[in-house]
């Protein structure tokens, strides 16, 4: 099983649409999470964390289940722009005093006219 | 406040020669992070440096590759004899001194270096 886990997709939605992504993870002493977009041929970037209250930033919504290790991200009134690949990323213990993170393969959006 | 600089951005190599990747982190940044991406895949970990120390080098593989993080200058990733199938993006990222220990501790990526081998 894979540390992080994401549905690749491509999800294709049409301007305006609600979308959701999400990720599961199997560390169960990960401690902080992310959500990263990637352009074509670009750097990841920081799009939000993620934190256990859950959290939003305009039209992104981000959620944290610990119980269930499992993470969304939702996005409301889909933009062109948001065309992207979405990355979930986890960062947790190693166990020897030590803390690791880890990028999941991503799930690609394209949003159309 | 410059970002992660990568340099090369392209670097072209033939079968067998050296690549030598540099990053300079974000200023303040101690922490390194090197990965490598294959077209149309995720990112994967490659190795966590610290100023002169490698923290974790898991991801890297055990032959041709290594890293360096020196007092003065920036991060090095070298790839000796290098094969068609090190073709790839390699990303460097940097995070802040306190990484180790703090929870909410984000990675800020550079621009990449994409190494195409002939």
């Known amino acids: 099983r894979k540390e992080v886990e994401q549905d690749p997709g491509p999800f294709n939605v049409p301007e305006g649409a609600t979308v959701a992504f999400n990720c599961t993870y199997s560390n169960s002493a990960s401690q902080s999470f992310f959500w990263y977009r990637q352009d074509c041929r670009k750097e990841p970037k920081l799009l939000m964390s993620v934190y256990s209250s859950g959290n939003e930033d305009g039209r992104f919504t981000a959620q944290l289940n610990r119980a269930s290790q499992y993470i969304s991200l939702l996005i409301r009134d889909s933009k062109l722009s948001d065309s992207a690949t979405y990355l979930c990323?986890?960062?947790?213990?190693?166990?020897?005093?030590?803390?690791?993170?880890?990028f999941g393969a991503g799930t690609r959006l394209f949003v159309k006219a | 406040n410059a970002g992660v600089m990568q340099n090369p951005r392209h670097l072209v190599r033939r079968r067998g020669q050296e690549a030598r990747l540099r990053c300079s982190p974000m200023k303040g940044h101690s922490h390194v992070y090197w990965y490598r991406q294959l077209p149309e895949e995720g990112l994967k970990f490659m190795v966590y440096?610290?100023?002169?120390?490698?923290?974790?080098e898991s991801g890297m593989p055990k032959e041709r590759f290594s890293a360096e993080f020196p007092k003065e200058g920036p991060s090095i990733l070298r790839i000796q004899q290098v094969v068609r199938g090190d073709s790839a993006a390699y990303f460097c990222a940097s995070s802040p001194s306190a990484s180790g220990a703090s929870s909410y501790n984000e990675q800020f990526f550079g621009p990449g270096t994409r190494l195409t081998v002939l």
């Open positions: 990323v986890v960062r947790g213990s190693t166990g020897a005093g030590g803390f690791k993170t880890i």
């Open positions: 440096l610290q100023k002169e120390n490698i923290i974790d």
